[in-house]
């Protein structure tokens, strides 16, 4: 059943990404914050400072590296960061790089030092990153008292087709099984973050 129905699609919208559906940009914000795990964040982040014109809003990007041994892993994302700065028009002084992070407990362990050191923790702060992850990321964030505003770079249960003709050829076991993986995975973490 999991591997034919949309059951990972489901569950992702239902208990992770329904409340953060057509949510519209802040624009009263100081800073722009994007924890490390993806690419099309750091996007969405360069996309919405250039197109609301935040000019004096910098971007606040949390490195990372999620392996257990960093020795022999390399931070693909930081890379891709450093060649998509020069072809964006975002400069290198609108990034600030917080030091390498493992998880998302630590992203906003990162963002917390950084804004106590600099007095400011009174900032708001856009938090952009996938739509699934976003209440995890919430629950974090409002453990070290952030004003987050949460924009989902991307949604894991949004589809471009609906009706039953279009699911029925879209069947993808594989798609359904790594959906119903990342809700469980997510959920898991959700529930570990909880205690922390």
């Not at 329904?18 to 924890?35: A, E, R, T």
């Not at 453990?143 to 879209?170: E, H, R, V």
Request: charged share 25%; hydrophobic share 40%.
């Amino acid at each position: 059943m999991i591997a034919i129905l949309p059951v990972g699609q489901t569950l992702i919208y239902h208990f992770l990404e329904k409340d953060f559906i057509n949510l519209s940009v802040q624009k009263d914000i100081d800073y722009i914050f994007v924890p490390s795990g993806g690419q099309d964040r750091l996007i969405k982040a360069i996309i919405i400072k250039d197109k609301y014109d935040l000019d004096k809003v910098k971007i606040i990007y949390s490195t990372g590296r999620p392996f257990l041994n960093k020795a022999q892993s390399k931070d693909g994302e930081l890379k891709f960061v450093k060649n998509l700065i020069p072809s964006s028009k975002v400069n290198k002084e609108d990034f600030i790089f917080l030091p390498e992070a493992r998880n998302t407990h630590e992203n906003f362990s990162r963002l917390n030092q950084y804004l106590l050191s600099n007095n400011e923790k009174d900032s708001k702060i856009l938090l952009i990153t996938h739509g699934y992850h976003l209440k995890r990321s919430i629950m974090l964030a409002n453990k070290y008292k952030l004003q987050i505003y949460p924009l989902p770079s991307s949604m894991a249960s949004y589809s471009d087709t609906k009706g039953f003709i279009n699911s029925y050829q879209k069947i993808s076991v594989i798609s359904n099984l790594r959906k119903f993986d990342l809700f469980v995975k997510e959920l898991i973490s959700t529930f570990f973050s909880y205690f922390l």
